[in-house]
């Protein structure tokens, strides 16, 4: 039996894959080829904004719906002939067969973590261990000690993927080192960047290398326990995780005695409560053991003191996905990805301007440039690369004149940002850096647990500054306050949230600080993106009184006859934006600074 | 390790946080939410500081220091980071300092003076939240709010009731209780620690507010006037007012209290001693009004009636009370006053009706009759054996570690006790056996711990003698027939059995449940018995912990106000004892042991005069009725008292006491700790200390006592009284010393039989076991037990606690409890008053129905005089204690048809009317 696999990750599922699924069955039955095809459902595929994606005999559809199948199995399976107008286009325009192959966004990634993304049914166990699953946790029981376990890993040069980096071998060590009858293992599942989903495309797709990782994990430092701390906003992560546990559990590589060896381990899931700084690790175990999620003091840490006190691992998904690759293949295999202080892959999730959005997994030390054009696709719509934003809430943007820099933990840091979860988002000339520092203050003043002052209260008033700024009520005074305070707020937070939530605000300061200027100086913004500082006018040349701005306006803003030129009223106008969206002449446009009722503007 | 602070090099020799190290040598860090009662959280970043290669600032509170370590503590990137973060909290701050009653003792305008911060620059906002009003006591006004977390911190870690926890995130985080933003709506115990704590004007005591400001008060540190822990009290107070102001837990000794903690009554219990009810001028009967007199005619008074009645009776017609609420001092001169002065040894006080059963049952066991080990080691127990006693209620801030025990350091809880009390909820095993079964449940628990091979032989062979007598007392007891009297399931008692006796460290806590019995002094010593067979003595968290009931009941035992041994358990009918005594008092004394209080009560033919200090009989002693009958009858009665009270309405002279605000001295907490009582205002009106009191009465009895101040009075006792050789006023300044203190360079006894047991061999007693169950049991028309005691608000006879506004705000009436089922079937719903008739008389009381109670068993607090419980009771005796079976007594209960409200005394009245 020939395999069909349909993508079934997140993005595919929410652009109708189980649709396109259902049709492909039909057709199949229809046709009488149902016993000659087997449907795949998988994991993630990568090129989220091209779902949904199938891929029979290595050719590979996409933007698939009802019709599109129903041609494909007409005359690709029956036929024998593919279906041009469904493959991926190449940059040039190309077509090409085999994306997965002659696509640049495919073809020049290193597929660690996700090796088995979008080539196995993330809830059949058989499909995993049929790719090597579950090869390298019998390995470590049978033939290697715990220390060389470490010793592997150590030498690997894994770095935690969370965000901050940290050596894993090196954690791994000191939790072995410890002394204690009972330690833990915990998967850190709890992704909550806005923009980041590569751990839930693994946990979706690929679960059980994450149980693996735990379990050479928990046997490489002697914990007998594990938890999965996963967002509740992730119910199919949960849903795949809990089929992939409960089969673990029934062939032997979790519970007692796996593998028949004297090793016993269990891993249950915690499901979070909606509180972004729950992936901060201590409040992650406080909110495991039920109490308020919120974080404490580092030291200890947790692998001396833990969950309930003992000694406790917190590793992330995606470098727990790397554990089993790096013990089947060797660390001097891992260490040929990547750079010497930052060997293997890091998965991205690319989104913002750019063509291709979607997840993809390349080696560290590739620089900006190569992700954003070579794989990215390049910006949309002609227009110029303004900067890069990495690691969330928690990062900073990068200027376009730094995009050759390699990505790295260090280089990024050096740059003032954070490698984050992978989060990168693309901004070009139609953003404003002072409306992206403050569309991500206000994400942390909402996510702030409020136990320490600066990050509690600093937040806000930084917030409240941008606010102003944008708003054009800002003054010089203001500008310089507000790098004051993030710093202090920067320096004093108690937890990562705080500590980094001024990133955003004290990179766009180093990067774009005219823009705030003249934000504050002209009362203008340059990006035309802030809405205070901005009006929606008509070009009296291209309007042809066509009215559909006018239909379209919620307060009644426009007045016109049809065919006649139309008119925006400020003082009703509240700057949505659809006018300048419906209108079909490209008539509507905005200028800053704003212009008063009875102001004319001339066209641009 | 050396460290390096500013640029100075210090050296320390243990572990520390570098906050800790900088206070130590006096550099300044400012906090908000640091308290060092409570674990340190870091969550204001106040007490940051550089650390030489960290590019970090770190918070003090939380770094520990490290040998090497160079910290700053006063760089310009420090201080810029603490004014940011004071102007951040300002701007959420309401700036109303002219009104709050924090001004002058508050963090944040400290660090605002500091910065001089007149505005923030960072905005204002401000919450704009109505005031939690709904405690009686406490006030909470969230707009003040840091958000430091010490309230919530202090409820759950040391008070451990989690009143508080954080709610919503962010900005709006505040500390609430569980499901309300009301704390008079919560489970609240009303200590006050988080007022205590509060480092602003957020949570204030509500009595307090507007009396007077931070700066216009002075402070003097004293020991609680309540409950026998003896609580380390910082009392404010103004001077000019002459009234107390507020009252804070002494940071100086967490060893008693934690640094923090109070109970409602010693935080908020201090109203009565400016109560105009106070006496203020000695009274002469005339007739049956009383009449102001001058000191020198009251004394003159009191001195010819007992005279008069000397030479009519002879000196053992002469009965002198002391009292458990007394100092060291005056309970040392009241017996002193009886002996030396008048020649008798009728003296006793109300340790009597407390722990008579504890001096008997430990004294002939261990031989010593003293808490074993003291409140701080409970923290090492592995187990925790609770019987008949309560103290989450009488020993609130005891109780409170002793759930610390449970639930932060793991230790099992068994406790037995016929009502399902606080403790009992959280325990691993509740044995919830009938009242008066104490001994047969003990029995049963040793019977399965020899049975079981369970009992520790080497401590048995090394350390007693006795124990095949022990053994062959219970060779015939039937564990089923145990099980079947006490009402426990057999299961649960072999379980706590196994539990108690495989423990590394089990620790015994008894009280009143276990003496206040006609069988008190067997069921002590079954408890001494029970620790010596399974080893459980000499080290931490183990031992046999009677907990004292009053503040100096252990001190007033230590005083020989008892009728048959002189301060420090010499024996009165020891003639070398007696002749030392005679000696050092310079006149002859009388042979033979007094009479205990209850026997003087029931020998109105033998006692005609009485000298009652700072008691009220008529209230607390068994068979009130009676009771009254005597003191009515007596020929001369001195009473010497802060009130007039149901007793003392009696006398013939009343000489108005200095309450234990108003003196100085020493009190005796239940750990044997002598710790300092200390003057802090001036007495109300004319009353005086009992001590200088008795010397006036002394003289003018034929006896000169020279003393200008109780210190020299602790000399004396320094000399005469071996446990206390080592006391004196310098020494007991901070912390207080554990006796025996055997000499000036002694230092002190934290745990006693730590080698030995007190006898000269140094081998501990077993006693055989005799069974015998309470005199007076439920029969067919008294078909319900009444068992006694007291309650968390309230103490004793009511005169102090009665006259506090807010706590009685709080518990008003009188009550009593019954179980649901029993109410069912007499048809009484919550609040109706029912009326309950024992063999003595009868009262009138509202009942609450409530599930503490099993069935056919219904509890009364002591506490209300116009439901006295002591009508009820009965004062048959423990033949050697002869304390009476408060604890057990036969009654029935009717629905009083037609009457609704049980109306508290007019003075509880006034006090809740009072603005």
Known sequence: MKEIRVCAGGACIASGAFSVRDALLKELKEKGLDGQYKIVETGCMGMCSRGPFMVVDGVVYAKLN???????????????????????????????????????????????????????????????????????????????????????????????????????????????????????VVCNADEGDPGAFMDRAVLEGDPHSVLEGMAIAAYAIGAQQGYIYVRAEYPLAIE???????????????????????????????????????????????????????????????????????????????????????????????????????????????????????????????????????????????????????????????????????????????????????????????????????FFLEFTVHESCGKCTPCREGTRAMYEILDRISKGEGTMEDIDALEELAVVVKETSLCGLGQTAPNPVLTTLRYFREEYEIHVKEKRCPAKKCRDLISYVIDPKACTGCTACKIVCPTGAIEGELNKLHYIHQDLCIKCGSCMDVCRFDAVFKVSPPIKEDEKVQSS | ????????????????????????????????????????????????VEIEGSPKLHTACTTMIRDGMVIKTNTERVQRARRVNTELLLSVHPNDCMTCDANGHCALQDLAYKFQIKESRWGTRLRNLPIDDSHPLILRDLNKCIQCQLCVRVCDEIQQMSIYSMVNRGAESLPQPDMTDKLGESDCVSCGACATICPVGAIVEKPSIGKARWWEVKKVKTTCPYCGVGCQLDVYYDPHKNEIVRIYASEENPEINDGVLTCVKGKFGYEFVTSPDRLKKPLIRKGDKFVEATWEEALDYAAEGILRVKEKYGPDAIGVLSSAKCTNEENYLMQKLARAVIGTNNVDHCARLCHASTVTGLAMTLGSAAMSNNLSDILKANVIFIIGANPTENHPVYGARIKRAVRKYGAKLIVADPRKIELAKMADIHLQHRPGTDTALISAMMKVIIDEKLYDEDFIKQRTKGFEELAQSLKDLDIDWAAEVTGVPKDLIVKAARMYATAERAAILYAMGITQHANG????????????????????????????????????????????????????????????????????????????????????????????????????????????????????????????????????????????????????????????????????????????????????????????????????????????????????????????????????????????????DGKGRFIPIDIKLPPELPDEEYPFYLTTGRMLYHFHTGTMTR?????????????????????????????????????????????????????????????????????????????????????????????????????????????????
Request: aromatic share 8%.
């Open chain 1, 240 to 438: 795949r995780l809990t089929v992939a546990i409960d089969q673990a559990r029934r062939r032997g590589f979790l519970g007692k005695n796996i593998l028949g060896t004297d090793f016993s381990f269990d891993i249950q899931i915690r499901i979070g409560a909606g509180a972004f700084v729950c992936g901060e690790e201590t409040a992650l175990m406080a909110s495991i053991m039920g109490e308020r999620g919120q974080p404490r003091v580092r030291p200890p840490y947790p692998v001396e003191k833990g969950l309930w006190g003992y000694p406790t691992v917190i590793n992330n998904v995606e470098t727990l996905a790397n554990i089993a690759w790096i013990i089947n293949n060797g660390w001097r295999e891992f260490r040929k990805y990547g750079t010497e202080k930052s060997p293997g892959t890091k998965v991205f999730a690319l989104a913002g301007k750019i063509n291709n959005t979607g997840l993809v997994e390349v080696p560290l030390g590739i620089t900006l440039r190569e992700l954003i054009y070579d794989i990215g696709g390049g910006i949309p719509g002609g227009k110029k690369l303004k900067a890069v934003q990495t690691g969330g809430p928690s990062g900073g943007v990068i200027p376009a004149d730094k995009i050759d820099t390699p990505i790295d933990y260090e280089s990024l840091t050096a740059l003032g940002t954070i490698m984050g979860s992978g989060g990168i988002i693309v901004l070009d000339e139609d953003d404003c850096m002072v409306d992206v520092a403050k």
């Open chain 1, 66 to 184: 009802e019709r599109a199948v129903k041609e494909i199995v007409d005359s690709h399976l029956v036929g024998g002939k593919v279906v041009e107008k469904y493959l991926m286009a190449l940059p040039e325009g190309q077509k090409v067969k085999e994306a997965f192959k002659e696509h640049p966004f495919f073809s020049r990634q290193v597929k660690i973590v996700t090796r088995n993304l979008g080539k196995i049914d993330p809830k059949s166990i058989d499909d995993y261990i049929d790719r090597g699953g579950y090869k390298a946790l019998e390995k470590v029981l049978k033939e290697m000690k715990p220390q060389d376990v470490i010793e592997e890993i150590k030498n690997s040069g894994l770095r935690g993927r969370g965000g901050a980096g940290f050596p894993t071998g090196l954690k791994w060590e000191f939790a072995a080192k410890q002394k204690s009858d009972r330690k833990f």
């Open chain 2, 1 to 48: 390790m050396r460290v390096t602070i500013d640029g100075k090099e210090y050296t320390f020799d243990r572990p520390m946080t570098v906050l800790e190290a900088a206070k130590s040598v006096g550099v300044y860090i400012p906090t908000l939410c640091y308290h060092p009662a409570v674990e340190s959280i870091g969550a204001c970043r106040m007490c940051v």
């Open chain 2, 803 to 915: 006259r506090v506004k807010g706590i009685n705000k709080i518990v008003p009436k009188s009550y009593m409890e019954i179980s649901p089922e029993d109410a069912e079937k007499l048809g009484i719903r919550d609040g109706d008053v029912v009326k309950v008739t024992s063999r003595r008389g009868s009262i009138y009381i509202h009942a609450r129905v409530s599930d503490r109670m099993q069935k056919g068993v219904v509890f009364i607090p002591f506490h209300f005089a116009e439901s006295r419980a002591n009508i009820l009771t009965g004062d048959i005796l423990d033949p050697k204690a002869r304390i009476p079976s408060f604890k057990v007594a036969a009654v029935k209960i009717e629905k009083a048809e037609g009457v609704t409200e049980v109306q508290p005394p007019e003075y509880v009245k006034k006090v809740l009317q009072d603005q």
């Open chain 2, 521 to 760: 002094t067997m069921n002590v010593a079954a408890l001494a018995d029970l620790a010596m067979m399974t080893g459980n003595f000499g080290k931490e968290g183990t031992g046999v912990n009677p907990l004292r009931g009053q503040n100096n009941v252990q001190g007033a035992c230590d005083m020989g106000a008892l009728p048959n041994v002189f301060p420090g358990y010499q024996k009165v009918e020891d003639e070398n004892v007696r002749k030392r005594f005679e000696e050092f008092w310079g006149v002859p004394l009388p042979p033979k042991a007094g009479m205990a209080l209850t026997d003087m009560f029931m020998h109105p033919e033998k006692i005609k005069a009485m000298i009652i200090m700072a008691e009220n009989p008529a209230v607390s002693d068994p068979n009130s009725k009676h009771v009254e009958e005597f003191l009515a009858g007596l020929e001369f009665y001195v009473s010497m008292d802060l009130f007039m009270n149901e007793s003392n309405r009696f006398a013939h002279v009343i000489l108005p006491a200095a309450s234990a605000f108003e003196k100085d001295g020493t009190f005796t907490n239940t750990e044997r700790r002598i710790v300092r009582v200390r003057k802090v205002l001036e007495p109300m009106g004319d009353s005086k200390p009992d001590w200088w009191i008795i010397k006036e009465l002394s003289k003018r009895l034929g006896y000169e006592m020279e003393y200008s101040h109780p210190s020299e009075i602790m000399e004396e006792i320094r000399k005469i009284t071996p446990i206390y050789a080592g006391v004196t006023y310098e020494r007991i300044e901070k912390k207080g010393l554990q006796w025996p203190v055997k000499d000036l360079e002694h230092p002190g006894t934290p745990i006693l039989h730590k080698d030995r047991f007190n006898f000269p």
